[in-house]
């Protein structure tokens, strides 16, 4: 089974249809049986730009989509918006609820997938670097314990949970410890997220906590628009991720402006118990 994995998309100015359309045709070649997007869908939350987001969300059917809100699908400036209708937008055009669980079955039979997205934006506290409120990991301990037996367990946040590796600042969500104490009581197997717009293949323990790995945490780069940070500058990435009877393997992807399309950079292999 293989996973489409695609983040900060950013509809909007920063948009780059070129290489949307690209990743369309990567779809159409790969064929891969979900899609996850991690959030900023938008640029600044407008109802044309989340028009846009819709056309594209669509244009990746009739395969499962799993989405989530990112700080970018709130509007920043439209302060009374922000304060009282927030998602209103990502309500109507995306989908009427913020966390959400989906279940997904191999077309070939095989392990099945539980994906949970949690809404990581936080319009009021945190607005930039995101948070999750108790009843939202109290959701997905509910959502992960009555996953099916033998289930790859798959959380999707958009703000990433680890500070990427390749030595830029990128601060993780506050409040990330909390959450990352509670991947092994929910026996998470892979968290998605996005955000830093640069790809990060890792771990949930690092340095002083590396006394076992942890889990898989892997980040996608910014994947259609121009806002690529650090060592992705300008470029645009997205992940394959091939779920194996001994693990994981995450192939990461950098578009060829060159060759007009996305092409393997990196890759990692996740053995699992």
């Known amino acids: 089974m293989t996973i489409l ?10 948009h780059l249809p070129v290489v949307t359309a690209a990743l369309l045709r990567f779809v159409d ?70 966390n959400t ?35 939202q990991l109290d959701f997905a301990a509910t959502a992960f314990r ?3 037996e033998g289930a790859l367990r798959v959380l ?3 703000h990433n949970l680890v500070m990427p590796a390749d030595g830029d600042s990128a601060p993780p969500m506050r409040g990330a410890r909390r959450v990352l104490n509670q991947l092994g009581r929910w026996s998470v197997d892979l968290v998605l997220s996005g955000h ?26 910014t994947t259609t628009s121009s806002r690529g940070r650090g060592s992705e500058e300008g470029r645009n990435s997205l992940n394959l991720i091939r779920v194996l009877a001994s693990g994981l393997e995450v192939t990461a992807y950098l578009y060829s402006t060159e060759a007009g399309e996305f092409q393997p950079a990196e890759r990692r292999r996740y053995y699992m118990e």
């Open 101 to 135: 669980v989906l279940d997904i079955k191999p077309r070939g039979g095989g392990r099945r997938l539980r994906f949970v997205a949690l809404n990581s934006s936080a319009p009021l506290s945190a607005i930039v670097n995101g948070r999750l409120n108790r009843r």
């Open 29 to 98: 070649e790969r064929d891969p049986e979900a899609v996850v997007v991690s959030g900023d869908l938008t640029q600044r939350a407008k109802v044309g730009e989340y028009r846009a987001a819709r056309a594209f969300l669509d244009d990746l059917g009739p395969r499962p989509v799993v989405t989530t809100a990112g700080n970018h699908d709130v509007p920043l400036y439209r302060v009374w918006e922000r304060v009282f209708a927030p998602y209103r937008n990502y309500r109507a055009t995306i989908a009427p609820e913020l």
């Open 196 to 221: 830093v717009h640069r790809t990060h293949l890792g771990w949930s323990r690092t340095g002083s906590d590396a006394s076992s790995d942890g889990v898989p945490i892997v980040l996608a780069g």
């Open 5 to 14: 994995h695609v983040s900060d998309v950013h509809f909007g100015k920063p």
């Open 146 to 148: 009555a996953a099916p």
């Open 156 to 158: 999707v946040v958009h």
